[in-house]
């Protein structure tokens, strides 16, 4: 456990692009928005972009997860080898999570303001991505273990995988949207919670037999 | 002793050639009720059931919507646990279900969404409204299309089952949190348009066509899946004896 | 250790080889050959746990597997990839081994540089120094000398024999032969088919099923 844990964190101190592309990304699609449609700046769709914006940096972030891992045959040699794959498959999901969900929790905030967010509702945006953000991590982890074989499956990726995004997009920006009408955000909390804990009930053991469909696949 | 018979009888369920012999008589009984059932309450209900209120005659559409749309959401839960099975007891019968509800399903959605479009159309006044329901309709056909993508994307035939089963079963799960999650988005964002079929107190002469044309359609479905079954597990068995003896028997006769 | 009983690996409904019945114990080193697509790679992994569709049996202890895809990570050095590959194991990271390893595979001067950096023959020598390392008794190598020079080969040579004496087991597949004494042949041929022409539908007919 804790050597999986040094080795991701000694990959992901040397490929910091996958830390900072998906963040400038999401910078560079935000400032492509709102330069396309101006009007969205400090008016009711502002959350729903953000969170719309969010999704698709997940999205792209996704196809990496298990991409190196699989065609250097560090996958394979962690189902041959870890005493508990579950585990190793838990570690990758959560350093990806770390990666991109986490940063998101820090950057949404400053997205909001460059949407025109009112200040008092970017506690509420970090809140949403921290509670949100696990649950594209899971579910993607799914998609991305199933896809992994495929040269190009980025495609294929998003249609399994956006839609059941849904469920986390409606009440994460429900609950940036409820922050900014000054009303109670507890109904959406317990959603995102919900939705987040679900999915991690299902995500390790469905990815894990998704990696073993990949790699049966050579 | 009985866990070996109920090993055996595992075996037996599985076994395309079991299941093939067994359908024989099923076909028939589910295509000619699908053909009744579907006759009698397109008549009944375009010809003979009271028009509404409110709408007129343009609610006759709910006879052809409410089925499809009820049998779009089977056929997925269907897939998911048919895929279920298959993972957990390595069935390989369920992929041929599988494969027989997906294209039915994806067309069935379609037809749903189409005909809610058309119904909507007099209703709302627009072709295209997003009401709760056609979101969580669309939102299904998106997850029949990520099925159909991952399948044609996988050669080999097992581990097409397998993903396929895998994706059909995290999608079944999470079709209550997406009804759930558009419902509340629905009550949000439209309080005010009022449902479709939540009539208070639908009059028996409405309801009971439409009984009969959502049997027809679960009956039409049964008859399609079955069809469809039975010749994909010829086709996959085409080398074996029993297939050709059946063949021959057929040709005979 | 490894004991096989009519074992064969299907792909696609296909069965790949007649059926393989072998008992390897401990010191063996057996050479598993057979012509390109007999099925020597899928049978490695089927041992290794990593592909699922076959009949008959098979039993085995933890094995050490290497496949085509090495499984260092390009990012890390050899000594990092050392660790995370014994944490498996459930063993810490010793410095002085994984040099002496290195030092034994001649790709010590390498030792702290990111594997992505390497020729393909050098990854494989740091791949071999793994070997060295790990607690497994048995080995699973597919095309171990692929990119390998003739000093390399002759290491690994000497690694497999000294690992066998040690009361280890290698399988080995392979089309070039490699210099160790005493070995034991596997060869995978071609399925044969039923004479009645039938082919295989990769389903389980129940027929079958009873008469078992």
Request: aromatic letters at 10%; glycine letters at 8%.
């Amino acid at each position: 456990m804790s050597s999986l844990l040094r080795r991701e964190w000694q990959v992901a101190l040397r490929a910091k692009g996958a830390i900072i592309n998906p963040v400038a990304f999401l910078l560079l699609s935000t400032t492509l928005f709102v330069i396309a449609a101006p009007d969205t700046v400090s008016s009711d769709a502002a959350a729903g972009i953000l969170w719309t914006l969010v999704l698709l940096t997940q999205l792209l972030a996704l196809d990496a997860m298990y991409r190196r891992d699989f065609d250097s045959g560090v996958l394979e040699q962690t189902l041959v080898s870890a005493q508990v794959p579950f585990v190793a498959v838990l570690t990758r999901i959560f350093m990806q999570w770390l990666s991109t969900g986490f940063i998101m929790v820090a950057v949404g905030p400053a997205l909001g303001i460059l949407l025109g967010l009112p200040a008092e509702a970017t506690p509420a945006i970090a809140l949403a991505m921290l509670l949100g953000t696990p649950a594209l991590s899971l579910l993607g982890s799914i998609g991305a273990s199933v896809t992994v074989g495929f040269s190009r499956g980025g495609v294929i990726l998003a249609l399994l995988v956006m839609p059941l995004f849904l469920p986390t997009l409606i009440f994460g920006a429900g609950l940036v949207a409820a922050a900014e009408a000054g009303s109670s955000v507890m109904p959406q909390v317990y959603a995102l919670s919900l939705i987040s804990l679900v999915a991690l009930a299902i995500a390790p053991f469905a990815t894990l037999a998704g990696l073993k469909i990949s790699l049966e696949m050579q | 002793m009985l866990s070996a018979s109920l090993k055996r009888l595992w075996h037996k369920l599985g076994s395309p050639r079991w299941f093939f012999a067994l359908t024989e008589s099923w076909v028939k009984v589910a295509g000619w009720s699908a053909l009744v059932l579907l006759v009698w309450g397109t008549i009944w209900g375009l010809g003979f059931a009271p028009a509404d209120y409110q709408q007129g005659n343009s609610f006759r559409i709910m006879y052809v919507h409410v089925p499809a749309a009820m049998l779009a959401q089977s056929l997925y839960i269907g897939m998911g646990v048919a895929g279920f099975i298959g993972l957990v007891w390595r069935m390989k019968l369920t992929d041929v279900a599988i494969s027989a509800c997906l294209p039915l399903g994806m067309v069935i959605t379609a037809l749903a969404l189409f005909s809610g479009s058309v119904w909507g159309r007099p209703t709302w006044g627009s072709w295209w409204e997003w009401d709760g329901r056609t979101v969580s309709t669309l939102v299904l056909f998106f997850l029949y299309v990520g099925i159909y993508a991952l399948r044609e994307a996988i050669a080999d035939q097992e581990l097409r089952a397998r993903a396929s089963a895998l994706i059909a079963m995290v999608g079944t799960i999470n079709i209550p949190i997406i009804k759930y999650s558009v419902e509340w988005w629905n009550t949000l964002h439209q309080p005010a348009s009022f449902g479709l079929t939540q009539k208070p107190a639908m009059p028996s002469e409405m309801w009971l066509p439409l009984l009969v044309m959502v049997l027809g359609f679960y009956a039409f479905a049964g008859f399609i899946v079955l069809v469809r079954m039975r010749t994909e597990i010829l086709n996959r068995e085409l080398g074996a004896r029993w297939v050709r003896d059946w063949v021959q028997v057929r040709s005979e006769r | 250790m490894l004991t096989l009983e009519e074992l064969v690996c299907e792909r696609d409904g296909r069965e790949l080889f007649a059926p393989v019945s072998i008992d390897v114990r401990a010191g063996d080193y057996v050479e598993l050959t057979g012509a390109n697509g007999a099925g020597k790679s899928t049978l490695l992994r089927t041992l290794a746990g990593l592909h699922s569709r076959y009949s008959g049996a098979f039993d085995s202890v933890d094995c050490l597997f290497q496949g085509h895809r090495l499984g260092l990570d390009g990012l890390l050095t050899p000594l990092e990839n050392f660790a995370w590959f014994l944490g498996f194991e459930g063993r810490d990271a010793d410095r002085e081994r994984f040099l002496d390893a290195l030092q034994r595979t001649g790709v010590l001067n390498k030792a702290y540089q990111p594997c992505s950096e390497m020729s393909a023959g050098q990854q494989r020598r740091v791949a071999m120094a793994r070997w060295l390392l790990s607690s497994r008794s048995l080995w699973l190598l597919d095309e171990p000398l692929t990119a390998l020079d003739a000093s390399a080969q002759q290491v690994m040579a000497k690694i497999i024999v000294e690992h066998c004496q040690a009361g280890g087991a290698v399988v080995c597949a392979t089309h070039s032969e490699l210099p160790v004494a005493q070995k034991r042949l596997l060869k995978l041929e071609a399925t044969q088919r039923t004479p009645d022409g039938s082919v295989h539908s990769g389903y389980r007919d129940f027929a079958k099923v009873q008469d078992e």
